[in-house]
């Protein structure tokens, strides 16, 4: 098989955000090219040359070709799907949704974030509690699954308790309103004793996570946030499965070892067609009361995978007493920093550019606005 085919197989595997359909059978992706020195050129057409969804789109491309072996760069050309074009990529978009009902409650349009680190021990499970709080702070609906079975933190960290019940047969994750918003959990800390050992293995561990997954009402997330157990393995192959619209968060430490392991998670997200979002670094260093800087863990870990990876850097979280204190309370820090912290900031980078919320400002439903309005002149001229 020529790359440009392998090229296009591999762009089978990105979805419109909006659509939640294959870009190639939605007919936007146009001619392959890959020269002798591996550089490729693609084209793609949107729906309308005002797509909001563009540099979504763009990067999703972008990090799907690279991720190929044998491309060393890309070029991609943006076009414009014509009026016969568009109307043909509306007629598979409602044949392929009726064809591919859903199997969970997730919102097609609705980010999921993975959070990953393939190391223990670097924060992962404090970042997500703080970053549903801040996204829920700025008003969103957040749903947050604890996909460590054997670590599960995050009930404690967010500060909801309570029994798990069924309706119409399925999970309903337990909620808490946070300023504007909500975040909905589901955790193995809700259904089993804080300090019970769970003595299962691999087979059962995917079956929890998968029904924590389609056997669980999560109508109305804008956000599914993941915290996954370390390393990179079956939970990864699970979630890419089920979620295929799903986005990796990296955290890592400014240490080489933790940085190496990250890599590998990252390495393995891809492998898996999982597109890697970002990084964040957590334990950037401690500031002590004198007004010292100490880097306990070393300097630039975070900055040096985000360039290797070719994603942005997110944050640096600095180690900060209250990050602790505060998850053990069940009151994440989040709550008590200002507009400027590092976890409203970071809530900001998902919201404005990482994974922006799709709603109604998005390609298909400005071209379904635009048919309305049409319509209307017609119909009163």
Known sequence: MALSDDLRARLDQVLDPELGASIVELGMIGDITVDEHGRAVVNVALTTAGCPLKHQI??????????????SGVE??????????????MRRARTLAQARAP????????PVLMIASGKGGVGK???????????????????????????????????????????????????????????????MGLLADEDQALLWRGLIVQKAVAQFIE???????????????????????????LLPQIGQIVVTTPALAAQRVAARA?????????????VVENMSGLTCSCGARHNL???GGGRSLADELAVPLLAEISLLEQINAGGDRGEPAVLHEDGDGVFHQLARRILDDVAPPVGAQGCTAR????IERALGEFQTS
Request: hydrophobic share 45%; charged share 25%.
């Open 76 to 89: 991609l050309v943006m076009g414009v799907l014509g009026t016969d074009e568009r109307a043909e990529l």
């Open 367 to 370: 071209l379904l606005d635009s």
């Open 297 to 299: 863990f070393g300097v």
């Open 58 to 71: 763009e990067r999703d491309v972008r990090e799907a070709v690279l991720s190929l072996d044998g491309v």
């Open 215 to 241: 056997d669980a009402d999560w109508n109305g997330v804008d956000y599914l946030l993941i915290d996954t157990p370390p390393g990179t393995g079956d939970i990864a192959m699970t979630l890419a499965r």
């Open 125 to 187: 499970s404090t970042v997500t509690a703080n970053l549903a709080v801040a996204l829920a702070q700025a008003g969103h609906t957040v749903g947050v699954l604890d996909a460590d079975i054997w670590g599960f933190s995050l009930a404690r960290l967010i500060g909801i308790q309570g029994e798990v019940r069924a309706h119409a047969g399925k999970m309903q994750p337990l909620e808490r309103t946070v300023g504007r918003g909500r975040i909905k959990l589901l955790s």
């Open 266 to 278: 990252a390495d393995f997200a891809r492998k898996s067609n999982i597109r890697v979002l970002g």
């Open 103 to 110: 199997r969970t409650s997730i919102p097609f349009q609705a």
